[in-house]
């Protein structure tokens, strides 16, 4: 909506859900924190979540994402899971036909058959086919827009499996296994597990391996998520948030240097296997917060580690604690679209086309 902004006192368009403009995030974010702290903490108040990383001193450590929780005795992390162990995960699936409408399905094999007849089952999209969609039900990221918040109320769909149930579900018109969520962050060793369970049991079986990623993960599991999609055709997709650190905290409540460090870790391989990109990053065009000026940054990264990375821009839909702001503008996806060629890159996708509509937002706000 269009309101007068706290902190610069300019009519803007902003969410309630962080009470302060993009801009101010940007270029002052230190008036700008006490807005974005209480945001944060009501936001987890809401979900039941601790409020920060946990770091009790007794407590036990994980290792898993970028927050380095010390997780106290009957407590959680700050994904929502308690100590567990690592054979069970809170997790749905569902087998969705190819091609679907994954980030990646513009250069992917399920989409366009890129790879035939190593990578792809067909020579063009694998109609008759399907992708093993897992969903893991936490996140190391607590995005106040989230399109799936509704796993945190709802409750698991399912009672925590071990990665055999996964494996068992691979039947032979499954092309691919896609782990997301929620993020897969949290629950990494168990998607581990399962791709490395399935490759096993189905070896002449055309089976990538993809995950759809906010990033946040250790390097260790990166490095076993990396080595299973390069071998066999599958895509590692980063959700890159914001280009910003105090913008990227203000929508996720998290840093986003080791998602940029693990993003290049992946771009290292993209030479590796040209005939399927490895990576693709994709950008939500949030109204008022991930605009042209944040879009540059990211794609003047990716530009500067391989121009040929693909990068899809989505269109935002308001949902969750965001729900106070417009779809994405065509005129605000026009000018991501320039700046990011402009960058350099020379495969700028546009997605949910669906959601875009005519016109632009008013009173000059960001965007």
């Not at 086919?129 to 190391?140: G, I, K, P, R």
């Not at 296997?273 to 939500?284: H, N, Q, T």
Request: net charge positive; aromatic share 8%.
């Amino acid at each position: 909506m269009i309101v007068r902004c706290p902190v610069c006192g300019e009519k803007r368009l902003l969410s309630q859900a962080i009470g302060v403009c993009g801009r101010c995030l940007r270029e002052d974010p230190a008036a700008a924190k006490p807005f974005v702290e209480a945001a944060r903490r009501r936001s987890r108040r809401i979900f039941g979540l601790p409020e920060t990383p946990p770091q009790d001193p007794q407590g036990l450590p994980c290792t898993l994402c970028v927050h380095g929780c010390r997780i106290p005795e009957n407590g959680t992390g700050f994904c929502g899971l308690p100590p567990r162990s690592r054979e069970s995960a809170r997790l749905s699936w569902y087998y969705d036909p190819l091609p679907t409408n994954c980030v990646a399905s513009f250069v992917c094999p399920g989409g366009t058959g890129a790879g035939y007849p190593r990578f792809a089952r067909k020579p063009g999209p694998e109609y008759g086919y399907q992708n093993l969609a897992v969903f893991y039900e936490a996140c190391s990221f607590d995005c106040l827009y989230c399109q799936n918040w509704h796993y945190r109320v709802d409750g698991p769909r399912r009672e925590p499996s071990g990665p055999e149930t996964l494996v068992e579900a691979v039947k032979p018109s499954v092309s691919c296994i896609c782990f997301f969520g929620g993020d897969p962050t949290p629950q990494l060793p168990h998607a581990l597990s399962a791709a490395e369970g399935a490759l096993r049991r189905y070896p002449g079986q055309i089976l990538r391996i993809c995950f759809e990623t906010n990033g946040s993960m250790n390097s260790n599991l990166l490095e076993r998520a990396l080595e299973l999609s390069l071998r066999t055709g599958g895509v590692i997709k980063f959700d890159l948030k914001a280009w910003t650190p105090s913008v990227h905290y203000a929508l996720t409540g998290a840093e986003n240097s080791r998602t940029l460090a693990n993003f290049l870790r992946v771009a290292q391989e993209f030479r590796a296997r040209p005939e399927v990109p490895l990576l693709v990053a994709s950008v939500l065009l949030v109204p008022g917060y991930v605009d042209a000026e944040e879009v540059q940054g990211i794609a003047n990264f990716i530009a500067n580690v391989n121009p040929a990375i693909p990068l899809s821009l989505l269109a935002f839909y308001p949902n969750c604690l965001m729900d106070d702001l417009p779809c994405t503008s065509w005129a605000h996806m026009g000018r991501c679209i320039l700046v990011a060629k402009e960058a350099g890159l020379k495969n700028v996708h546009i997605g949910n086309r669906h959601l875009l509509w005519r016109g632009d937002y008013e009173e000059g706000a960001c965007g």
